[in-house]
């Protein structure tokens, strides 16, 4: 019976961020964080040699070694997020340090990727640099009484009469 309930305590500890003395939790971050930079990387040159090739078997090759990257990519970010909620929660004393350095990781998804890389991408984030530079008042809108124009020749209730001189 102890046996099976020390199995079950030590299946729930089993991850690798638990049970390592501070200084492997902090050079276990930044290499992590390293790892995700350098997947990412290899993910966008995947994108730009998929939409500069023609040849349809090297396009299928360069699609499934995307897929994996991507996948090392997620498995990655997760062992990344699992270390720092472990440092932060585990390590409270040292998390102040890690919380400056160290923030949480959105995984993007392939399609997220490749609008970075591409022409699209590109456009769209000097759309944005150009619009929080120079912002567009917004327009204002008339009314319908603003809009519609009155003929000169109708005098008005409130106009005060007019006088006519003649020699």
Do not use: C
Not at 58 to 86: F, G, N, P, Q, W
Not at 95 to 102: E, H, K, L, T
């Amino acid at each position: 019976m102890k046996a099976f309930v020390l199995s079950i305590l030590t299946a729930g500890v089993a991850s690798s961020a638990v049970a390592e003395p501070w200084a492997q939790h902090a050079s276990r971050l930044p290499t992590l964080a390293k790892k995700i930079e350098d997947n990412e990387k290899e993910i966008k040159s995947l994108i730009e040699q998929k939409n500069h090739t023609e040849n349809p078997s090297a396009l299928h090759d360069i699609v499934r070694s995307l897929a994996e990257k991507h996948k090392t990519l997620a498995e990655t970010s997760a062992e990344y997020e699992t270390e720092r909620l472990h440092v932060r929660f585990k390590h409270p004393d040292r998390a102040a340090v890690v919380d400056r350095q160290y923030v949480h990781y959105k995984l993007k998804t392939i399609d997220e990727l490749a609008n970075e890389v591409g022409l699209d991408g590109r456009l769209d984030r000097l759309k944005a640099k150009v619009i929080a530079t120079f912002p567009t008042p917004a327009p204002v809108e008339k009314t319908k009484s603003d809009t519609s124009r009155k003929p000169a020749a109708v005098d008005d209730e409130d106009a005060p009469e007019r006088i006519h001189l003649e020699k």
